[in-house]
């Protein structure tokens, strides 16, 4: 099974700077297979990005992501106060697994 | 626009049975893999397993063999979680999501399930 490694478990980011999240696979990934998340408290996860770097839809441009291999980055590149929230990277190959989750807090 | 939503919070006793409703509107519910997920209070997420939705046959994580079954009824494009021999550490947030072909494009709003005697 393949083991999602997210970095930092904590970013802490002022608002109007760039956030940049890190994923790393224990093994290389295709990259079709490789989504974000953002969960905010109470609300349920909401898809950002699928197969590596395409936005879903409704999600503003500032969110980009990135990768190749095992290595997978979301980037946020001007932080709204709306953008604090914990993000999660996922793989789907037969079965699905999450990293550990990002928390995006205001610094 | 697509949706789905699903039954409110339950209060179960140790040993008891739940069942979760997740139903789908805003597309063809057959297209579309309905995914399960559960998340305990303060963790991440946990991929419990999927259910075709054209043909009904379910796949199941290997957390989560034995005691958690799927289903649907198509005729109200609803698909159903139901968890039995309840535990305390079966106390969680499950969503369900539809399957956009490797990610998930939309979720249920989340049921919590307490366990409590």
């Known amino acids: 099974e393949i083991v999602l490694t997210q970095s930092p478990g904590t970013l802490s980011v002022s608002p109007g700077e760039r956030g940049t999240l890190s994923c790393k696979a224990s093994?290389?990934?295709?990259?079709?297979?490789l989504a974000w998340y953002q969960q905010k408290p109470g609300q349920a996860p909401r898809l950002l990005i699928y197969?590596?770097?395409t936005r879903a839809t409704g999600i503003p441009d500032r969110f980009s992501g990135s990768g190749l291999g095992t290595d997978f980055t979301l980037t946020i590149s001007r932080l709204e106060p709306e953008d604090f929230a914990v993000y999660y990277c996922?793989?789907?190959?037969?079965?699905?697994?999450f990293g550990q989750g990002t928390r995006l807090e205001i610094k | 626009q697509v949706q789905l939503v699903q039954s409110g919070s339950e209060l179960r006793k140790p040993g008891a049975s739940v069942k979760i409703s997740c139903k789908a509107s805003?597309?063809?519910?057959?297209?579309?893999?309905i995914h399960w997920f559960r998340q305990a209070p303060g963790q991440g997420l946990e991929w419990m397993g999927w259910?075709?939705?054209?043909?009904?046959?379910?796949t199941y994580a290997q957390d989560f063999t034995g005691r958690f079954v799927f289903s649907l009824d198509t005729s109200v494009s609803t698909a159903y979680l139901q968890i039995s021999s309840l535990k305390a550490e079966d106390a969680a947030v499950y969503y369900c999501?539809?399957?956009?072909?490797?990610?998930?494009?939309?979720w249920g709003q989340g049921a919590l399930v307490a366990v409590s005697s």
């Open positions: 996922q793989h789907y190959a037969g079965s699905v697994t």
């Open positions: 805003g597309y063809t519910f057959a297209y579309h893999a």
């Open positions: 999501a539809r399957d956009l072909s490797l990610s998930f494009d939309s």
């Open positions: 093994q290389s990934v295709s990259s079709m297979s």
């Open positions: 197969g590596t770097s």
């Open positions: 259910i075709n939705s054209n043909t009904g046959d379910p």
